[in-house]
């Protein structure tokens, strides 16, 4: 199985910042990582697809990078609204493996 | 609209069974791949198997392969997961989800002697 890593675990920080959270594959997994956000009480949300492809009516704020084994998320201003949990998982090889997440406090 | 809802989750004996239910009544259902990723908070998000349209194509992660199996009903626009030998270990939030844009709201299962 492909291990996905996460950093930070955690991270807080204020309104109008730019955050980027970073996600690395095991092995080589071309341009196939998804990026998802999580809210309490739902099921996670995605955002970004083939590392770098917005999905419709993701703000444009919300921007993915990198290819191979590095790959990270962009929040260019950070909004109240974001505060959750982000989730990279790649979709290069079954079992299509997940982070650990990174949780995002707004201060 | 992409709806997919889940049931059949529920408090199991270890060693026991469940069948699990999705249906998407909205959408050309026999055009898409399905899959099943459940949520613990042991062991975070965790895919376990998917089913092609025509159901020819099924695969499986290690930890269910044998115990579990996808199945789908076109006609009934249902996707199913049959979980036997169950252990603690595979309590959670179990999701159906197509095209990793859309998931339902999930059904819990718990399992315990």
Redesign the interface.
């Known amino acids: 199985?492909i291990q996905m890593t996460q950093s930070p675990a955690s991270l807080s920080a204020s309104v109008g910042d730019r955050v980027t959270l970073t996600c690395r594959a095991g092995q080589n997994i071309d341009f196939y990582l998804?990026w998802y956000q999580q809210v309490p009480g739902?099921?996670?949300?995605?955002l970004i697809?083939n590392a770098v492809s917005v999905?419709d009516g993701v703000p444009s704020r919300f921007t993915g990078s990198g290819s191979g084994t590095h790959f990270t998320l962009t929040i260019a201003s950070l909004q109240p609204e974001d505060s959750a949990t982000y989730?990279c998982?790649q979709?290069s090889t079954?079992?299509?493996?997940?982070g650990?997440?990174t949780k995002l406090e707004i201060k | 609209q992409a709806q997919l809802v889940e049931s059949g989750g529920g408090l199991v004996r270890p060693g026991g069974s469940l069948r699990l239910s999705c249906e998407a009544p909205g959408i050309n259902f026999g055009d898409f791949y399905l899959?099943w990723i459940r949520q613990s908070p042991g062991k975070?998000?965790?895919?376990?198997a998917?089913i092609s349209g025509s159901g020819t194509n099924i695969?499986y992660?290690?930890s269910v392969r044998g115990r579990f199996t996808i199945s789908r009903d076109n006609a009934k626009k249902s996707v199913y997961l049959q979980m036997d030998s169950l252990t603690v270990d595979d309590a959670g939030l179990y999701?159906c989800v197509r095209g990793?844009?859309h998931?339902?709201?999930?059904t819990l299962v718990a399992v315990s002697s």
């Open positions: 199985d998804n739902n099921p996670p949300k995605l697809y999905q989730y998982q979709s079954t079992p299509y493996t997940f650990p997440g | 899959t975070g998000l965790e895919w376990l998917y695969d992660a290690d999701y990793f844009r998931w339902g709201r999930g």
